[in-house]
DNA sequence: CGCGCTCCTGACCAAGCAGGTCAGGAAAGT
DNA sequence: ACTTTCCTGACCTGCTTGGTCAGGAGCGCG
């Protein structure tokens, strides 16, 4: 249940890109201003293109930039091109497990669980992400001051 | 953003704990009942012991039992006994990251995103587990039909 | 054309985790 | 004393994490 590094680095050269609307940016510009190692950051890039999140030419002039306007890319669509599904359970999407006897709710729980990521990761587009104007519902997630404390 | 073996592994046996009111259960018939590899449980059984949520006896009608009421185990306890703090980005708690730029909005997604997943995990006991009647905000959420489509 | 720029790709690497198994020791009961 | 059951550490195979390194391939410009 743990958000990787590549994934965070992903997000986060995304929004960079959805930041300038101007052009190719390279990816040495991305790393400089987000302060990602650049050879795991291109490896990172290839993903995301490879994903359609992203597109990219080469040579002088050359860069990336977003494969589709900023507010339809949602951080969801990042974490799942570079991590890969959201919240299975040992390897397998909680709607195909059985459960016996006494567990039989928890597939019930983990779709819970599923569900409630979504219901922030696909919420969220990168528009939302430079332009500090999160959606309602997230903003209301993160405005307990319980949201904020460790356990 | 995946639930492990070991997790899922550790719900399920204390599930079954949850549901056995009488006596000490022993190591095997948890394994039994719920398929688990029994060598590899015990392993996680100790852990759990070390977290507080379960105690032990050995010898002849030896076994573990709940440390306390079902009612009173959260499935929240049980996956950070065994996986660690939940959401964390990068190893570190998301209340302590800092994003510059265009992405400093980020910090607040993730803290939803570990609000969200506590507003599931913590909510639901073991009692409800077993019991079958889950709250009523996780029950809403796994209703919906888009909750159980793969993405 | 040729040259430099930038992406693209695969190989490699150290460390750690996942998902276990194996072997033996230590307490509890009878 | 002996069986039962937990307790513990060592070990194992394979994969993931978080990178680095070296070289190739396409693009634009003079």
Do not use: C
């Not at 290839?46 to 990219?56: S, T």
């Amino acid at each position: 249940m743990r958000v990787s590094a590549k994934a965070d680095y992903a997000v986060r050269a995304a929004a960079e890109l959805a930041a300038a609307e101007e052009g190719p940016i390279k990816g040495e510009r991305l790393a400089d201003a987000q302060d990602i190692p650049l050879q795991f950051l291109e490896h990172i890039l290839l993903e995301l293109k490879h994903n359609g999140i992203v597109r990219a030419r080469r040579g002088a002039k050359g860069g990336y930039w977003l494969a589709k306007p900023a507010d339809e890319v949602s951080v969801a669509d990042i974490v799942r091109a570079v991590e890969g599904p959201i919240a299975h359970v040992q390897s397998t999407p909680p709607e195909a497990i059985e459960y016996s006897g006494n567990s039989e709710s928890l597939q019930e729980v983990w779709i819970a669980v599923r569900a409630s990521l979504r219901a922030v990761l696909e919420q969220v587009t990168l528009a939302d992400l430079v332009s500090g104007e999160l959606p309602e519902s997230v903003k209301d997630l993160a405005a307990s001051p319980d949201a904020w404390l460790a356990r």
